[in-house]
């Protein structure tokens, strides 16, 4: 039966990076159909909404997206259009895969051993979006509670961050989690928070995260507090499998942990929640080289990877896995990017890297 997958190509680099995913998709003649939607800036002006509800729908009905950057037009008062998707689908789980691929630059001196997930929670914390203005001359009346109730006395130029952190939330992207880590055959899960300090939020999350580890008996599980960890990943990133971990840290660990294999040009990730998911790569629509054939594909094509592993199409994922580190090892059809420092042979452009990839792909 055919599969129809909604494809959103986005701004910027968005339509030349998707038209190679296209093409190495085609090279597998899987039973696949692209259910293709415009979203972002690209659409604004017709439909005045960077997110209109047939991108919703579509992905609905689908249940499966894949898409590239999109841009939020700044001060127009429009929600960031990768914000009101996780909300709306509930699409609580990021996950972000790290793994080191040969021949990309990396500063770690032996980064062939990191192959290891982020799991951040995605709907709450600092990133909840309950903030108080500072406020001097007026009655501030959180900042009132917080002397009567708590017996807090902040000056009156204070700005104020909620963190909420749910059993709920907590209880079901540790079981993601764990729920990943088995169905992907992975060894451990580890917990990332600071819960010797915020006891009432992170502690909720390192108590629910011990709570369901019972869970899994199968899968080791232990517990790191998020600056030893920051530590730990420079030091020893080859001792982890899959993090689990709440909002805010998880935004940070997983850009370090990018940062570890090549960054984010290379970094594949993906948004899912317990109905639908959105795969996507992780940077964002580089303006500055749009239109110029220029943009490195891996991070979507690896998104794209993680979308056909997603719904079962584990031989072609496997596959155009292969291919894409087989056209980096060799470093001969490779965007700039991707060149060594001091290599004057000329760069491959986005659609010639991605023709050496079809041509890996077709090899074997
Ligand atoms: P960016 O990731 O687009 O670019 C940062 C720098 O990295 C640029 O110099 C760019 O040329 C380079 N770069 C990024 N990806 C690359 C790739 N695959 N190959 C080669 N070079 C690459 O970040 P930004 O400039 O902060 O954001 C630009 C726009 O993208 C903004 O409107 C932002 O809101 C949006 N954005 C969207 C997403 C998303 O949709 N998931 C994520 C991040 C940013």
Redesign the pocket.
């Known amino acids: 039966m055919t599969r129809t997958i909604t494809l959103i190509p986005?701004?910027?680099?968005g339509p030349e990076?998707t038209e190679v995913v296209k093409k190495c998709i085609a090279a597998f003649h899987l039973d696949i159909e692209w259910d293709i939607q415009q979203a972002g800036a690209t659409v604004m002006h017709e439909e005045n909404t960077p997110l209109p509800e047939r991108v919703l729908e579509s992905i609905r009905k689908n249940g499966v997206a894949l898409?590239g950057?999109?841009?939020?037009p700044i001060g127009k008062g429009f929600r960031s259009?990768?914000v009101q998707l996780r909300q709306t689908l509930d699409l609580y789980a990021s996950v972000r895969p790290c793994k080191y691929y040969e021949g990309i630059r990396s500063r770690i001196t032996n980064p062939y051993a990191i192959d290891l997930v982020i799991v951040r929670e995605n709907t709450e914390d600092l990133y909840a979006g309950i903030e108080f203005m500072e406020k001097c001359g007026e009655d501030n009346p959180l900042i009132r509670f917080l002397k009567e109730q708590k017996g807090v006395d902040l000056e009156c130029d204070t700005g104020l961050s909620i963190k909420p952190i749910s059993a709920r939330g907590s209880e079901r992207i540790v079981r993601f989690a764990f729920e990943y880590a088995r169905r992907h055959g992975r060894k451990t899960v580890c917990a990332v928070d600071k819960a010797n300090i915020m006891k009432y939020s992170d502690g909720l999350f390192m108590k629910t995260a011990e709570e369901v580890s019972r869970r899994y008996p199968d899968i080791p599980y232990s517990h790191k507090l998020v600056d030893n960890m920051c530590m730990q990943l420079v030091q020893f990133p080859e001792k982890y499998d899959v993090l689990v971990l709440p909002n805010l840290y998880g935004d940070i660990i997983s850009d370090l942990t990018a940062g570890l294999v090549g960054g984010?040009?290379v970094a594949p990730g993906a948004n899912m929640g317990d109905g639908f998911a959105v795969f996507?790569?992780?940077?964002?629509?580089?303006?500055?080289?749009a239109g110029k054939d220029?943009?490195?594909?891996?991070?979507m094509l690896l998104s794209a990877m993680l979308m056909l592993q997603h719904i079962g199409e584990t031989d072609a994922a496997r596959r155009l896995e292969y291919a894409v580190a087989t056209v980096i090892r060799e470093k001969k059809r490779v965007?700039a990017?991707l060149k060594n420092e001091g290599d004057r042979t000329p760069a491959a452009g986005t659609a010639a890297m991605g023709e050496a990839i079809v041509e890996k792909i077709r090899e074997g």
């Open positions: 986005g701004d910027g680099v990076i898409k950057p999109v841009e939020t259009v990768n984010l040009g996507e790569a992780t940077h964002g629509s580089a303006p500055d080289i220029m943009v490195n594909p891996t991070g965007t990017d």
